[in-house]
């Protein structure tokens, strides 16, 4: 809305007398800007900056300058502090600071923060990194679940709320001191707030060696929709795929083991598993391998207490991309999504429409496709 001038009766009330221009000015509020980017590594651990002025670390960022716009402001400032040229075009965030808020001056009106995507930084862009010769001392690349010891805690619910976000995929979250207006299941659930156990072993998309044994198999379980089933660890926010361990029930058939551990952990049903490949555990004293399967949902149950873990799990829907995100693959990733688009198409599925993770219903519909 342009501002009332004069001329206006806009600004006037009955009995309240007309403001000017210069009157309206001074009553609005008035609130400090600023910009930050999330940065990822390709491990999705979001890179952070050692500042002399704090003992906190921070988002890439600062002020928003007179006259500038975010989008510029971000990146100069990312030109400024870390020396790589990029154009942000995507926001993620929109922060509302309270006044009060701890390590800020005093008098602190209150700040506007836009959070934008900076995207994922392969080794080279990390190696091109070039330090400002004050203020900023250093970089860090830290594991999501970690972020409130690193940071102040409006800066590390902010963060989550933005990685969240590019998650989804579907604009900026709105926030209050880091915690959004409208939550998404990924913020209901605290998605991230557990460290993610690394899983940097070899993909491979043959057949498993017969010196090898399959200690486990996961399984990529599409719906009819095209995306994948993940499940959340309700006490934890900790994400898996359906899977687990061949146990001595199963006769050493690991496509058994995923069937069975499907209803057990998530009350599924599913078609017979098409084989992927395999995950090469090279760990000392291990040398094994952990199978990769993709089948469909047939039909499944409201879900129950898994008794091997203790936990009921959240079923969310989701991209294989949004999925993998996750998770701690490192560049073991690609190949693998490789392998389960290849298998989606086999088994007659579309691509999967990007939208925000959703919960799988409790109960199937009676009519139509098994998921909607």
């Known amino acids: 809305m342009a501002p009332p001038n004069r001329d206006s009766d806009e600004n006037t009330s009955p009995g309240r007398p007309r403001m000017t221009d210069a009157q309206y000015v001074a009553s609005r509020s008035v609130l400090w800007s600023g910009v930050s980017a999330l940065f990822t590594d390709g491990r999705g651990r979001v890179l952070l900056e050692d500042v002399a002025y704090r003992r906190a670390c921070l988002l890439p960022g600062g002020a928003i300058d007179a006259r500038e ?100 995929g579907t604009g900026a979250a709105i926030l209050e001191d880091g915690r959004p ?57 900790s994400a898996c795929l359906p899977g687990g361990t061949v146990e001595p029930a199963d006769h050493g058939d690991p496509a058994r083991t995923l069937r069975r551990e499907a209803w057990e952990e998530a009350r599924l049903r599913i078609s017979d598993p098409l084989y992927l490949g395999y995950l090469h555990d090279d760990t000392t004293g291990r040398h094994c391998t952990r199978a990769r399967y993709a089948a469909v949902i047939t039909d499944w149950e409201p879900p129950s207490l898994d008794e091997a873990t203790g936990q009921t799990y959240a079923r969310l829907l989701a991209t294989p991309e949004q999925a993998a995100q996750l998770f701690d693959w490192d560049s073991q990733a ?16 579309p691509a999967p429409a990007r939208q925000p993770l959703t919960e799988l219903p409790s109960h199937r519909p009676t009519q139509g496709p098994a998921v909607r």
């Open 69 to 168: 716009a975010p989008s510029l402001a971000v990146a100069r400032e990312v030109r400024e502090e870390l020396g790589l040229i990029r154009r942000f075009s995507r926001t993620l965030a929109v922060d509302w600071v309270p006044p009060g808020t701890p390590g800020y001056p005093q008098g602190f009106p209150g700040e506007i923060i836009y959070v934008f995507d900076g995207g994922t930084l392969a080794e080279d862009d990390i190696a091109r990194i070039r330090l400002p010769e004050r203020e900023v001392t250093g970089i860090r690349c830290v594991e999501p679940a970690l972020l409130p010891h690193h940071m102040p805690p409006g800066n590390a619910r902010r963060a989550l709320a933005a990685l969240r976000a590019r998650i989804n």
């Open 181 to 237: 207006l409208a939550p998404t299941c990924l913020d209901d659930l605290e998605v991230l707030r557990t460290p993610r156990k690394p899983q940097l072993w070899p993909w491979h998309a043959g057949p498993v060696p017969a010196e090898l044994p399959i200690r486990q198999a996961w399984g990529w379980l599409f719906s009819q929709d095209g995306r994948v089933l993940v499940l959340i660890g309700q006490d934890t926010g």
């Open 334 to 349: 690609a190949l693998q999504l490789a392998a389960v688009h290849a298998a989606r198409d086999k088994l007659g599925l």
